[in-house]
């Protein structure tokens, strides 16, 4: 009977010892958990790492057929040690760099993962550039991932005069994505047009003491129906407030020190304004509370005291209905926050109970629901290590890692952004990154598709349906695959005015499918802010949107291939009831008058009631039409008393 490896290791101690001090008597190794005495052999010519190690031990890994190895020296029941790895292809008079790692894992512990080609034998090299003591390490194997493949086709088209597009994000209310471009002292805009062109504007803007040259978001800070700009910078931030219809920008430049990264806009607080934030990379993460009247006020701590902050997203991960913050991290602090809201905007780190504050080093993460239970996940895409983190949602406030089983290990290759979305609208969230997209195959698992464009701003852009990437001065259009879809503008009213932070729900025939409404995700880019949502062969859906007021809207039955406009509130049922009534109202939204059509209703009483009930006007109705200047942006009741009764109808003031 053969003698399980670990056995025979023990028996022959002293010679496999003396073996392990040059490359040439390398120990082969396979699974299992290893013990080293003492690092006191011949050092490596080749050093991945830097540093200037003196002394090195040696193994070996060779397969006979195409695997996935990690090698941690993180071993359970055994003092952890500050060690570092680096593994080599080639031969051991010209070794070739294949994998390394310093401190991936707990205690400054080594973590290494990398795919293996069958029958090439791997050099394994510790050295002793923090510590000569001994330590045990575990060598385990997964399954390598399918070859790569061409899945989803992009064709690149020149964008001639944009300048470096920052934003694909519907600038004029038009339900079209448009192209942003920003400089210190202008913003372009390419305001797509229904046949898919482009036209091109440029507005001259007070100068932006801080530009966008880390990363940008968007949003309506102001509540007047235009998208606002958020510009960090390694100085700091600058804000441009846009007029009410987008043709002109104000800046208010902070004089505060922040060395920005990731920008974002949310209603931190959650009291209906929207807020605006940033990574720090040197110092506490900060906050631009909105006071809702005329300005936006610098606050720092509380949302993340270290350095080291680079990609932040605001998510629902525990599905209590606030928005919560995650952060990863990279550099001189680099444990990655997980911080859920309470009511009042109090962030709280629960990362080191989540086995989320590892030395994992990335710029971003990717948030989506992957698996379709209905709670998000997470991919934490690496920037400069070798390890990548896929974590399922369990549901419960917990985390699994599910990497190696779901095949989005060491061949991704690294990159600062990480970006989720349905590419081929089948239903299942993609993700773009690393080497190119994991297609999502429905079933736990992902393919590479080596074909891809890099990440970049995403939106529809030439308004088929299928969602499209701008990298390196071209719009990637998306070449679609024949499936449907569904995407969801929300307008808020009682919440901010862009609906972020929204929970939006979409429910076919056996699918059920949920995003967040986020300003802000990846790295350095701004993506569209309406929800985009694949319906593969379905042609209904059911759309709910819970909306950061708590306001639920329902609405069923809504056809596929379209842009679903949702002002809050205008679907949900109040203490009036809702009477089926042969008025309309236009237009839809109003601003400074609505005109009532439909039954005779001209010089008749009526009186308009707020969601809650509350009657905020009364009036006679002249000329068929009502002045509602002096009414808030919301979703209102207009009730019209007739002889037969009053008639009761929405509409929805902007």
């Given at each position: 009977?053969?003698?399980?490896?670990?056995?025979?290791?023990?028996?022959?101690?002293?010679?496999?010892?003396?073996?392990?001090?040059?490359?040439?008597?390398?120990?082969?190794?396979?699974?299992?958990?290893?013990?080293v005495?003492?690092?006191?052999?011949?050092?490596?010519?080749v050093?991945?790492?830097?540093?200037?190690?003196?002394?090195?031990?040696w193994?070996?890994?060779?397969?006979?057929?195409?695997?996935?190895?990690?090698?941690?020296?993180?071993?359970?029941?055994?003092?952890?040690?500050?060690?570092?790895?680096?593994?080599?292809?080639?031969?051991?008079d010209?070794?070739?760099?294949?994998?390394?790692?310093?401190?991936?894992?707990?205690?400054?512990?080594?973590?290494?993962?990398?795919?293996?080609?069958?029958?090439?034998?791997?050099?394994?090299?510790f050295?002793n550039?923090?510590?000569?003591?001994?330590?045990?390490?575990?060598?385990?194997?997964?399954?390598?991932?399918?070859?790569?493949?061409?899945?989803?086709?992009?064709?690149?088209?020149?964008?001639?005069?944009?300048?470096?597009?920052?934003?694909?994000?519907?600038?004029?209310?038009?339900?079209?994505?448009?192209?942003?471009?920003?400089?210190?002292?202008?913003?372009?805009?390419?305001?797509?047009?229904?046949?898919?062109?482009?036209?091109?504007?440029?507005?001259?803007?007070?100068?932006?003491?801080?530009?966008?040259?880390?990363?940008?978001?968007?949003?309506?800070?102001?509540?007047?129906?235009?998208?606002?700009?958020?510009?960090?910078?390694?100085?700091?931030?600058?804000?441009m407030?846009?007029?009410?219809?987008?043709?002109?920008?104000?800046?208010?430049?902070?004089?505060?020190?922040?060395?920005?990264?990731?920008?974002?806009?949310?209603d931190?607080?959650?009291?209906?304004?929207?807020?605006?934030?940033?990574?720090?990379?040197?110092?506490?993460?900060?906050?631009?509370?909105?006071?809702?009247?005329?300005?936006?006020?610098?606050?720092?701590?509380?949302?993340?005291e270290?350095?080291?902050?680079?990609?932040?997203v605001?998510?629902?991960?525990?599905?209590?209905?606030?928005?919560?913050?995650?952060?990863?991290?990279?550099?001189?602090?680099?444990?990655?926050?997980?911080?859920?809201?309470?009511p009042?905007?109090?962030?709280?780190?629960?990362?080191?109970?989540?086995?989320?504050?590892?030395s994992?080093?990335?710029?971003?993460?990717?948030?989506g629901?992957?698996?379709?239970?209905?709670?998000?996940?997470?991919?934490?895409?690496?920037?400069?290590?070798?390890?990548?983190?896929?974590?399922?949602?369990?549901?419960?406030?917990?985390?699994?890692?599910?990497?190696?089983?779901?095949?989005?290990?060491?061949n991704?290759?690294?990159?600062?952004?990480?970006?989720?979305?349905?590419f081929?609208?089948?239903?299942?969230?993609?993700i773009?990154?690393?080497?190119?997209?994991?297609?999502?195959?429905?079933?736990?698992?992902?393919?590479?598709?080596?074909?891809?464009?890099?990440?970049?701003p995403?939106?529809?852009?030439?308004?088929?349906?299928?969602?499209?990437?701008?990298?390196?001065?071209?719009?990637?259009?998306?070449?679609?695959?024949?499936?449907?879809?569904?995407?969801?503008?929300?307008?808020?009213?009682?919440?901010?005015?862009?609906?972020?932070?929204?929970?939006?729900i979409?429910?076919?025939?056996?699918?059920?499918?949920i995003?967040?409404?986020?300003?802000?995700?990846g790295?350095?880019?701004?993506?569209?802010?309406?929800?985009?949502?694949?319906?593969?062969?379905?042609?209904?859906?059911?759309?709910?949107v819970?909306?950061p007021?708590g306001i639920?809207?329902?609405?069923?039955?809504?056809?596929?291939?379209?842009?679903?406009?949702?002002?809050?509130?205008?679907?949900?049922?109040?203490?009036?009831?809702?009477?089926?009534?042969?008025?309309?109202?236009?237009?839809?939204?109003?601003?400074?008058?609505?005109?009532?059509?439909?039954?005779d209703?001209?010089?008749?009483?009526?009186?308009?009631?707020?969601?809650?009930?509350?009657?905020?006007?009364?009036?006679?109705?002249?000329?068929?039409?009502?002045?509602?200047?002096?009414?808030?942006?919301?979703?209102?009741?207009?009730?019209?008393?007739?002889?037969?009764?009053?008639?009761?109808?929405?509409?929805v003031?902007?």
């Amino acid at each position: 009977m053969r003698k399980p490896l670990l056995l025979v290791l023990a028996s022959l101690t002293g010679q496999l010892l003396n073996a392990q001090n040059t490359c040439l008597t390398a120990l082969p190794v396979s699974e299992g958990t290893y013990q080293v005495t003492a690092i006191d052999g011949q050092v490596s010519a080749v050093n991945c790492l830097g540093g200037t190690p003196t002394l090195s031990e040696w193994y070996s890994f060779t397969s006979p057929v195409d695997t996935g190895v990690i090698i941690t020296t993180e071993v359970n029941g055994f003092p952890l040690v500050d060690t570092r790895i680096q593994v080599f292809s080639g031969t051991c008079d010209a070794l070739i760099c294949h994998a390394s790692d310093d401190d991936d894992g707990a205690g400054l512990s080594s973590l290494v993962q990398f795919y293996a080609a069958a029958n090439v034998t791997y050099f394994i090299d510790f050295d002793n550039r923090w510590s000569s003591n001994g330590f045990h390490f575990t060598l385990s194997l997964f399954p390598p991932p399918p070859p790569p493949v061409d899945l989803i086709q992009f064709s690149p088209v020149t964008i001639p005069g944009m300048g470096y597009c920052m934003a694909a994000v519907d600038m004029n209310n038009d339900q079209l994505d448009d192209l942003v471009a920003p400089s210190a002292s202008s913003v372009r805009i390419g305001h797509q047009q229904p046949n898919g062109t482009f036209d091109f504007v440029t507005i001259a803007t007070e100068t932006a003491t801080h530009t966008a040259s880390w990363s940008m978001c968007v949003g309506d800070l102001d509540k007047n129906g235009a998208n606002d700009l958020m510009y960090g910078s390694g100085s700091g931030v600058s804000l441009m407030f846009s007029n009410d219809d987008g043709t002109a920008f104000s800046a208010t430049n902070y004089p505060n020190y922040v060395f920005c990264q990731r920008t974002n806009m949310v209603d931190l607080d959650n009291d209906g304004n929207l807020d605006a934030f940033s990574c720090h990379d040197v110092d506490a993460n900060v906050a631009f509370i909105n006071n809702g009247v005329d300005s936006l006020l610098f606050e720092q701590g509380g949302y993340g005291e270290t350095c080291g902050n680079y990609g932040s997203v605001f998510t629902d991960y525990n599905n209590d209905g606030l928005v919560d913050l995650f952060v990863a991290k990279c550099g001189c602090d680099p444990k990655d926050l997980l911080m859920p809201n309470s009511p009042g905007g109090v962030f709280t780190d629960v990362a080191p109970d989540l086995g989320l504050d590892d030395s994992h080093q990335s710029w971003s993460s990717a948030w989506g629901d992957f698996d379709n239970d209905g709670d998000m996940d997470v991919m934490i895409g690496s920037s400069s290590s070798t390890v990548h983190k896929l974590m399922r949602n369990n549901g419960d406030g917990t985390f699994t890692n599910i990497t190696n089983e779901a095949g989005v290990n060491a061949n991704n290759g690294q990159s600062i952004e990480w970006t989720t979305h349905d590419f081929n609208n089948d239903g299942w969230l993609d993700i773009l990154g690393g080497a190119g997209l994991l297609v999502n195959n429905g079933d736990g698992t992902f393919t590479m598709d080596v074909s891809a464009p890099d990440n970049g701003p995403v939106g529809d852009l030439d308004h088929d349906g299928y969602l499209d990437v701008v990298a390196n001065g071209s719009i990637n259009i998306n070449q679609s695959t024949g499936n449907n879809w569904l995407r969801i503008h929300p307008v808020g009213s009682v919440s901010n005015s862009n609906g972020i932070g929204a929970r939006i729900i979409v429910t076919t025939d056996g699918m059920q499918q949920i995003r967040d409404v986020k300003s802000g995700d990846g790295f350095e880019f701004m993506s569209s802010l309406m929800a985009h949502f694949g319906l593969a062969q379905a042609s209904t859906a059911t759309v709910e949107v819970r909306w950061p007021s708590g306001i639920v809207d329902h609405i069923q039955d809504v056809a596929a291939n379209q842009v679903l406009v949702v002002y809050e509130g205008f679907s949900t049922t109040t203490v009036l009831e809702e009477t089926k009534p042969d008025i309309v109202i236009f237009p839809v939204p109003a601003r400074d008058r609505i005109t009532i059509g439909g039954a005779d209703t001209n010089n008749r009483s009526a009186q308009i009631f707020s969601t809650t009930g509350a009657l905020v006007l009364s009036a006679t109705i002249r000329a068929n039409t009502i002045g509602i200047e002096e009414l808030n942006r919301g979703v209102y009741i207009l009730e019209v008393t007739t002889p037969d009764g009053p008639l009761r109808t929405r509409f929805v003031k902007d």
